[in-house]
């Protein structure tokens, strides 16, 4: 853009005359290294010149060094991640924190390296290998003796100094991972606003941990980004001693209060209600927080716990427990059983731990006790006289009460498996999460007066034969089998479980889905998605000015009410006209700080990075759930945790091995050093 009475900052000297390409003053924005020399008409890489060093080809000359004419935004991205500039910008940085090591000592200046030891980084990328690919860390001398044996010569052309000793592993991953949460520091500090998602697990051993991560939206191009911040040990206590951890590690990376607009909490580990309170304590602090539990990670959606007080389902969990144990290294001929050991296999079930596992919240693992039920109980009846386990086995499954629960849940578990695919969908459209909360709620209640499909095809199936010693009562048989506990009694007791069951489970949906949230996710999904829009121009006038009302309301202290509303007509129509694009696609055009739309709309440009930061999608999903399979490996191999978060932090966070940069690894790994061996000299 060329501002009205001056002349074009620079042309191309391109052969094609037909089409002039000019220098844009606002690359400089997005490009902090870029300089224009206005007399010769070239623009330069300023971090290139300086640090002047040899690429590939052994020049130390690129076109952005001597100067290029080449004026496209293409050319400078090219460059922006060309080996050569990443490699000038490691040398700066080097040779920046060497000089500030150095002040007062002009002795030592001679000695300064533009280049970083190839056997240093050859060590540090062995040990970030190693952590991504989650290799112990006692395989690092191996693993170094076997590069030299295969003729590695930057480990075999120099030594790497007694600093880089394989039993220094946990520092170099220390250096690394402050490497990589700068980065997190400066995303977190240029996103407009921030998603918080709070994992708390415990282990067997009652050893609490809260693993977070964050979600940013980048103002450069509007894009999101999902980060590990960390794990961190938790003392035992309420909830506000988990919301005094959060707070702490909001502080640690410089995060506003006024920034965090989202939290997604799961309680999978937890009474529902104590994690609830870490909201209620978070939301003082920051007052544009909206609670949204277990959004991303949608396998806990129905946990086990918020219905412990149910005794049955104690009871059966034990029962089906005792199933799998007994038979799931069967290794006869029955198809039935050897499907108990797929579903170990299948769901990732560890019986040989400690910790309990919550049968009735595993589809696969229902599904097969009820597939298999038969086979199980014709086993049993055969060994009953010689185990006094596979008698009172027997006995339990042939009860009506577990064959009913049983055809409860294969008509409840799927109802919340679907409900959980829809939160790991990576651009879904939100306007149906509050219809698909409220159909799941429906179909729940529905069910407490009128039996799910399973159920009622069970009862349907069920044979009634008079008893011939209790006149009035029947022997009621399923798929050839006796059922026991059968009277009227009985049945009436089942009625309550049932009702008593669903009503739980459909309290526990409403909980994590409160109105207030449902009204704000519909309320984003019927401004910014296109698809919601009438379909004809003429009906647009009224359309979503309650919508907008309610968000304006709920974010009043970071939007201007009245310009919103005066902008929202010109909006809408502009919006009607980008019917092709989806809800993410137009709140990333308002986000892109350079776009028209965000100049023109700087209140929905805000509502639009909000709704961004909202905590969904799959990247986040399986970086919670790498999250906690490195936290469970990494607590059987050591009984500390005092590492274990750099380690996570590169397994999920870490980008691929050639986009990382080793020489500021190596800088923070060898300041840390010096450090530690002046802390020892003045002990």
Not at 94 to 108: K, S
Not at 629 to 656: V, Y
């Amino acid at each position: 853009m060329v501002p009205p009475g001056k002349k074009p900052a620079g042309e191309t000297s391109n052969s094609n005359k037909k089409c002039k390409r000019y220098f844009n003053e606002h690359w400089k924005e997005e490009f902090t290294w870029l300089e224009f020399d206005y007399e010769r008409k070239l623009m330069f890489c300023i971090e290139c010149r300086q640090a002047l060093v040899k690429n590939k080809h052994g020049k130390a000359e690129n076109a952005f060094t001597v100067g290029t004419d080449n004026f496209q935004r293409h050319a400078l991205l090219r460059h922006v991640t060309s080996g050569a500039h990443r490699q000038a910008l490691a040398v700066n940085r080097e040779q920046l924190a060497f000089e500030t090591r150095v002040h007062g000592h002009p002795e030592l200046r001679s000695v300064i390296k533009v280049e970083v030891n190839p056997a240093k980084v050859a060590v540090l990328t062995t040990v970030y290998w190693m952590a991504k690919e989650e290799i112990p860390d006692e395989k690092c001398s191996s693993l170094l003796d076997f590069q030299k044996f295969n003729l590695c010569q930057a480990l075999l052309a120099s030594e790497h100094s007694e600093y880089y000793h394989p039993s220094s592993v946990r520092e170099m991953q220390a250096a690394i991972a402050k490497v990589l949460h700068n980065e997190d520091r400066h995303r977190i500090k240029a996103s407009p606003f921030v998603g918080l998602v709070v994992d708390e697990t415990v282990d067997v051993l009652e050893h609490r941990s809260l693993a977070m991560f964050t979600t940013t939206v980048s103002p450069c191009n509007g894009q999101t980004s999902a980060t590990f911040l960390g794990s961190f040990e938790l003392p035992a206590g309420e909830a506000s001693t988990v919301a005094g951890k959060v707070g702490e590690v909001m502080r640690s990376f410089g995060i506003p209060t006024m920034k965090i607009t989202w939290l997604s909490a799961d309680s999978a580990s937890l009474v529902a209600e104590r994690l609830s309170g870490v909201g209620t304590a978070l939301t003082s602090l920051c007052p544009l927080l909206t609670e949204m539990h277990c959004l991303s990670h949608g396998s806990s959606l129905l946990p086990a716990e918020s219905i412990v007080s149910i005794e049955y389902l104690q009871k059966y969990e034990t029962t089906v427990d005792a199933v799998y144990r007994l038979y799931s290294s069967f290794r006869g001929e029955s198809n039935g059983l050897q499907e108990l050991r797929s579903v170990l296999d299948l769901c990732e079930i560890d019986l040989g731990s400690p910790k309990a596992i919550h049968w009735t919240s595993i589809f696969p693992a229902v599904e097969a006790i009820d597939s298999s039920w038969p086979t199980l109980v014709l086993l049993l009846e055969s060994e009953a006289e010689r185990s006094p386990v596979a008698h009172g086995l027997c006995e339990e499954l042939k009860k009506f009460q577990f064959v009913a629960f049983t055809k409860i849940l294969l008509d409840v578990l799927p109802v919340f498996q679907k409900l959980s695919r829809f939160f790991q969908i990576e651009d879904f459209d939100l306007s149906i999460l509050k219809p698909i909360v409220s159909a799941t709620a429906t179909t729940l209640q529905a069910q407490k007066s009128a039996s799910g499909q399973n159920l009622q095809e069970f009862l349907n199936e069920m044979n009634e034969h008079p008893r011939d010693d209790r006149e009035g009562e029947s022997r009621l048989y399923y798929k050839g089998v006796e059922l026991a506990n059968c009277s009227k009694v009985h049945l009436k007791h089942f009625e309550r479980l049932k009702e008593s069951y669903l009503e739980s489970v459909r309290g526990n949906l409403l909980d994590r889905f409160p109105s207030r949230v449902l009204e704000a996710i519909s309320s984003f999904s019927a401004i910014f998605n296109p698809k919601c829009y009438p379909q004809s121009l003429e009906d647009i006038g009224s359309y979503g000015v309650s919508e907008l009302n309610f968000l304006l309301q709920a974010y009043s202290r970071v939007v201007v009410s009245e310009r919103a509303l005066s902008d929202f007509p010109l909006f809408k129509r502009i919006v009607f006209s980008l019917s092709q694009l989806s809800f993410k696609d137009l709140c990333v055009k308002l986000v892109y700080s350079n776009s028209e739309m965000h100049e023109l709309f700087p209140d929905f440009a805000v509502l639009a990075a909000i709704a961004l930061a909202l905590p969904l999608g799959s990247v986040l999903a399986e970086k919670i759930s790498r999250g906690r399979e490195l936290l469970k490996r990494g607590r059987l191999r050591c009984t500390k945790d005092e590492g274990l978060s750099d380690l996570m932090k590169i397994a999920i966070d870490g980008p691929a091995i050639n986009e990382f940069d080793f020489a500021l690894a190596v800088e923070h790994y060898e300041s840390m050093r010096e450090s530690g061996f002046i802390v020892a000299q003045v002990k």
